[in-house]
């Protein structure tokens, strides 16, 4: 079979539209590549390169430091007792899940989890015991309903075998008081996973000070990185569980399939880790930065919908201005996005115009200002009309 000339013009090098754009896409804001990452993807993209140092496991190459970082910087940096890589957050949830838990066992998941929590579940055939949120407009999660949750599951016969507290959530970037539903369900001797995919490396997270017995962190998401990778917290209490090694390749460990992120993701996790660091200390601009911008984009009608005062740079919006004029203008539902793109705005998806989430992580009060300002803009000109 040979591959027709026409079709194979379509593929090869394809140059990546809004990389310059002022992004506030959540998915993206986090995992911007510093200089030093965008150096290192070129260094190490080749294959799984970093395979070339390789005794057998990969987290124990000291040259380069992988050893050092996995066991020893990372550790300390999201507080467990041991930290291993993976392809993403919802691969550590799931190794949590099928290793902790048995088919069958229950999992107690807040109301705000991501899909990837409930597929992770499923894939491991465990049922699911949901805590719900208050709904609109705070969507809460009260840490006393796990209690309830747990004591529901264990009245029809067995504890659940895992509780999973998403932290923050993914639509409104709500932060539920983590250490009190870790201390709830220490309480019912049920342990606790969060999935921190927007937080580590966004802001300072220990997950023994939160009483966390597992952390799934996204590299992609919120450290630098080049995607996919991620990282899997366990505390010592159940490392030798999750993390236990295959009978016959005594050097693998089974819930990590033997090896995980090899190559880019990994390279540039360890090139971006000083200033991930160094970022994570001034968290507190962070979060002023997001509530200035709420409060000036709420003065032209959006409605910002999760906790108020917001503690998290990823928020969600009503937005009735835009919705209004979607129903009259030209481009219809896509007028949003084609004048934002005329703005250099990326990261509002095309369509959405009666609400939408953004991130204002790392973007800057000046360029948060241009988006508001634009904003105005845009709903000026077309109520002028």
């Not at 917290?233 to 050097?251: F, W």
Request: aromatic share 10%; with cysteine.
């Amino acid at each position: 079979m040979s591959l027709d000339e026409d079709k194979l013009k379509k593929f090869g090098f394809i140059e990546r539209g809004p990389k310059d754009a002022i992004n506030i896409d959540p998915l993206q804001t986090g995992g911007i590549l510093t200089e030093d990452a965008r150096k290192a993807l070129l260094e190490w993209g080749d294959g799984y390169s970093i395979c070339d140092f390789c005794g057998g496991v990969l987290d124990l190459i000291k040259k380069p430091p992988v050893n050092e970082f996995v066991h020893e910087a990372l550790p300390e940096f999201i507080g467990t007792d041991e930290v291993r890589l993976t392809h993403g957050a919802r691969e550590s949830k799931f190794a949590v899940m099928h290793s902790i838990g048995k088919p069958g066992d229950t999992v107690v998941l807040d109301g705000l989890a991501h899909y990837s929590s409930y597929v992770a579940a499923q894939r491991a055939d465990l049922e699911i015991e949901k805590v719900e949120s208050s709904g609109n407009p705070e969507y809460s999660i009260d840490p006393e309903d796990y209690g309830q949750a747990i004591e529901k599951v264990a009245s029809q016969g067995k504890p659940p075998a895992l509780a999973l507290l998403t932290y923050p959530d993914g639509n409104y970037g709500n932060l539920a008081d983590a250490k009190k539903v870790a201390d709830i369900c220490h309480e019912y001797d049920v342990p606790l996973l969060l999935n921190c995919a927007y937080s580590v490396g966004r802001m300072p997270i220990d997950a023994k000070k939160l009483g966390a017995d597992f952390i799934a962190a996204s590299g992609h998401k919120s450290m630098a990185s080049s995607g996919p990778i991620g990282l899997l917290g366990v505390q010592e209490e159940y490392a030798d569980t999750v993390l236990r090694k295959s009978p016959t390749h005594k050097k693998k460990e089974i819930e990590l399939l033997g090896c995980t992120s090899r190559g880019a993701g990994l390279m540039t996790m360890i090139a971006s880790f000083p200033q991930v660091v160094e970022r994570t200390k001034h968290w507190e601009e962070e979060i002023a930065n997001a509530r200035w911008f709420s409060e000036k984009v709420e003065e032209l009608g959006l409605i910002q919908v999760g906790q108020k005062p917001h503690n998290h740079d990823l928020m969600f919006f009503e937005t009735p201005p835009f919705y209004e004029i979607s129903k009259t203008a030209k481009k219809g539902r896509y007028f949003l996005y084609k004048e934002l793109k005329k703005r250099n705005i990326h990261g509002i998806k095309g369509g959405l115009t009666k609400y939408f989430k953004l991130s204002t992580y790392q973007v800057g009060r000046d360029n948060l200002s241009y988006v508001v300002d634009s904003f105005e803009e845009i709903i000026d000109k077309y109520t002028e009309e």
